[in-house]
């Protein structure tokens, strides 16, 4: 019987999964996605982002789309297994993450293809800088046996927080902590010359929407390479969001940092301060009895210690690592 013979993919191919690669309006999950690629790329090896649109997405607000189609390299559109098998023909390499790609209340219906499932065994397979979400997997334990024999066909596996290397440990399987993919790259080339009125704010909350007022600016359907200048150009930065504080960091910009306390998804925030050296107790709560209209008085002006620079080469050297095996 005549058999067809499998395409072997290119040298140097990696084919990325995360959630920067569909039109959504979420600026850290769309350069989360630009960063591990350009520092692929800037390694010398060709790489795409896998255009998947996952179930749990429903509304398509296009606020990115200009930059994705400027930044992000991406496969043609595949919406099925089918379609996402035959990438093993184009590339050597799978890599997914990051972000909340392995957080069980958003791939649970994705049928395993968020932990690679689709990806023949001849192809390396890499976590990089997945998260759960949370400090503790949640799923029931059917599901966490499922998750734990998927994972187990990978090659390597980082995580973004310790908490993810627990979760981890208790599945049996081990992994590294790694800092999040925006911390790999250098950021100028896609910053804008905008600059905000006063203070910045980006946040979901009504109350810290309302603080902005006339003199200030408040974030909100901008284009991402305007949102970034703001954040760099900010005479203070109001936030809470993960990568917002993120590039506050990175581009040693003074912030205000908010979060709700009891949040099973603050592990994040205490693994970056912990990292660069800002205290825990630095996170202000919506209930904090605080004087809100003074916010500047609880600013953080970040500055990044040798520990941190180590972690950011660390980083980059597992990656760089897990791919060549």
Same mark, same amino acid.
């Given at each position: ?33 630009? $960063? ?50 035959? =990438? ?5 390499? %799978? ?6 790609? %392995? ?21 390396r397979k890499i976590a990089a800088a997945a998260s759960f979400g949370t400090n503790r997997f949640m799923g029931n334990k059917r599901e966490k046996r499922r998750v734990r024999k998927l994972l187990y066909r990978f090659d390597a596996i980082s995580v ?51 603080? $902005? ?28 969001? %993960? ?17 709700? =306390? ?36 609880? $600013? ?26």
């Open positions: 019987m005549f058999r067809f013979k499998r395409r072997v993919p290119q040298k140097n191919t990696i084919a990325i999964l995360n959630y920067g690669n569909f039109e959504c309006e979420n600026y850290g999950a769309v350069l989360t996605a630009y $960063a591990l690629s350009k520092f692929l790329r800037l390694h010398g090896f060709n790489v795409k982002n896998i255009d998947y649109i996952p179930t749990f997405y429903k509304e398509r607000v296009g606020v990115l789309t200009d930059f994705r189609a400027e930044y992000l390299p991406m496969t043609h559109r595949v919406s099925t297994m089918r379609d996402l098998r035959k =990438l093993n023909d184009d590339f050597e390499t %799978f890599i997914v993450g990051s972000d909340q790609v %392995f957080n069980q209340d958003f791939v649970r219906r994705e049928n395993g293809i968020y932990y690679l499932k689709f990806v023949d065994r001849h192809a973004r927080e310790a908490t993810g290397v627990d979760i981890l440990r208790d599945m049996g399987l081990d992994g590294t902590c790694i800092l999040d993919p925006v911390f790999l790259i250098d950021w100028d080339d896609v910053v804008s010359d905008y600059k905000p009125n006063g203070v910045f704010y980006y946040s979901i909350w009504p109350q810290v929407q309302k603080l $902005a007022g006339d003199g200030n600016t408040f974030a909100s359907g901008m284009k991402l390479q305007d949102w970034l200048a703001g954040i760099k150009n900010a005479e203070l930065f109001v936030t809470d969001s %993960f990568h917002g504080i993120c590039f506050a960091i990175i581009f040693g910009t003074p912030f205000v940092p908010l979060a709700v =306390l009891n949040d099973l998804r603050i592990e994040r925030l205490y693994n970056i301060f912990d990292a660069v050296g800002i205290p825990r107790d630095k996170i202000i709560s919506p209930d904090a009895d605080i004087d809100w209209q003074h916010l500047e008085k609880y $600013a953080i002006v970040p500055h990044i210690n040798k520990r941190f620079s180590e972690l950011r080469r660390f980083a980059q050297n597992w990656i760089l690592n897990a791919i060549k095996g």
